[in-house]
């Protein structure tokens, strides 16, 4: 039986009407699009789940916050706001605003990564995947094992595999290790939570080593929220207590503020340590790069948004309600028995389509072929969390066998209604109901190098 939904703490004071489309006009679409879901407009899609970044929807707050924002060039009131805000919140000496959490990457990354380096995550994003592949160096996922079995229940499905973390640092040898990202929650494999025991257990062994240790921060208001409900040490804590003790294990931190923090633009870089020689390399590369160190490519009204967003999205109601939301979608697939990465993450259900299409193989891109058919059953756009994605191997060229075959429902923040979630389970549903009339997947037709599931062209395989 699905469970009670959490009723929104806010109501609607603006509204944007949806264009409605017909089953044809949709299959026009897709095709128009090469079967890409990011080459369809956004006007073609009823819902929206390509993701949940930059797609959230801004308080009356941050809305009158940006009028306030301050434009100066250097030094607005707007950048002090928001340094003040995120140094209450994070506890960091120094933060340095940038457009986006990959601009924090760009920034960052290069001033511990090169040639012969290696980066080890709980898994990498795939934007950080690319950067670290960037800077000349490789990365090496190293999620623990729960965390590849998308039907087995377990707690903090997105942890590290400490052992196997000792494993390779000795491996390719602790000076070889340019840096260890812990990306809370994490976001490939379900929007999974890390807890504060692996943490913990993770920055000891990059101390043992004296290996630099960042965190990939985009959800990590969702990740205190699941810390909270599930690690008894912390059930009484308040959510920004459990950010503090979580960011005090780290070195730096990189973060999207387009996701926790509920805006539609920004990010930030941290760094624990105000005396660190780093922030001058920061400043540097950020002027390169994004602009003065006190808007980093950010507008002052911004900065001004993001200063309230960062309040916001640690409130304990908005997080119940928003997880909630999560929850209720999950008890609707469990009820229909469509296998995902279980329990449900931050952001939204990862459906495991290998298993809704168990005749069609990784090469063939089974998540790409969920996505499509939810476009054309019901207007919803989702995306391909699985090889199709991940890509070639930078080295050889060959398809990389993802772990799983995900399409990824990314729920934007404060958006969608509990109507809007129930259309989501019903076009599932009865996508799966029919999965046998598909025979085959796709094949990509046109790719780029690098980041390819951006912009390929895929086709239909006859
Ligand atoms: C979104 C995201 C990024 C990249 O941030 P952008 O703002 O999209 O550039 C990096 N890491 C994780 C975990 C993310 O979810």
């Known amino acids: 039986m699905a469970i009670k939904y959490v009723p929104e703490p806010f109501r ?8 409605m489309m017909t089953r044809a006009e949709r299959e026009q679409a897709i095709a128009r699009a090469s079967y890409n879901m990011f080459r369809l407009k956004g006007e073609e899609c009823y819902i929206d789940l390509l993701t949940d970044s930059g797609t959230n929807a801004m308080s009356q707050e941050q809305w009158a916050g940006i009028m306030r924002g301050d434009e100066a060039y250097a030094g607005a009131s707007s950048y002090f706001k928001f340094v003040e805000a995120a140094q209450d919140i ?13 601009a924090a990457e760009k920034v960052l990354f290069p001033t511990f990564l090169s040639e012969g380096k290696f980066a080890i995550s709980n898994m990498f994003f795939d934007t950080t995947r690319a950067h670290v592949i960037l800077a000349g160096a490789r990365p090496i996922d190293c999620c623990c094992e729960e965390g590849k079995n998308p039907a087995l229940r377990a707690k903090f499905k997105g942890n590290m595999d400490v052992e196997r973390l000792e494993e390779i640092i000795k491996e390719k040898g602790a000076e070889n290790i340019g840096m260890v990202v812990m990306t809370i929650t994490n976001n490939s494999a379900g929007g999974q ?9 993770v920055a000891a062994i990059c101390k043992k080593y004296g290996i630099h240790l960042n965190i990939d921060a985009a959800r990590y208001a969702e990740n ?12 009484d804590w308040p959510i920004k207590r459990i950010v503090r003790e979580m960011f005090a294990l780290a070195d730096t931190f990189t973060m999207s503020a387009k996701k926790d923090t509920i805006v539609n633009m920004g990010g930030c870089i941290g760094v624990k340590d105000p005396e660190s020689p780093l922030i001058l390399k920061i400043k540097a590369n950020c002027i390169s790069f994004e602009g003065f160190y006190t808007y980093g490519g950010l507008n002052g009204r911004d900065l001004e948004a993001l200063a309230i967003g960062l309040y916001e999205g640690i409130d304990e109601d908005y997080l119940r309600y928003r997880i909630g939301q999560m929850e209720y979608l999950a008890s609707r697939l469990d009820d229909a028995g469509i296998i995902y990465q279980a329990p449900v993450g931050g952001h939204g259900p990862f459906i495991d389509a290998a298993k809704i299409y168990p005749h069609i193989p990784y090469n063939e891109f089974p998540g790409q072929v969920l996505a499509i058919e939810l476009y054309k059953e019901a207007g919803i756009r989702t ?29 934007p923040r404060r958006v969608y209604t509990q109507s809007h979630i129930d259309i989501m389970a019903d076009a599932l549903i009865a996508v799966r109901d029919r999965a046998k009339e598909i025979k085959r997947g796709y094949k990509i037709t046109w790719e780029p190098p690098i980041l390819r599931h951006f912009q390929a062209s895929l086709a239909p395989i006859e």
């Open 383 to 411: 995306c391909d969390i699985g090889s199709y994605m991940l890509g070639n191997d930078p080295d050889t060229g060959e398809q990389l066998h993802a772990e799983n075959e995900f399409t990824r429902f990314a729920i």
């Open 90 to 102: 994070f506890g960091y000496g120094y933060i340095q605003p940038v457009h986006q959490g990959r």
């Open 224 to 235: 205190a929220y699941f810390v909270k409900r599930d690690e008894q040490e912390c059930q």
């Open 193 to 201: 939570p890390v807890s504060l025991q692996n943490m913990r257990d």
């Open 12 to 19: 609607i004071k603006v509204v944007e009407p949806l264009k």
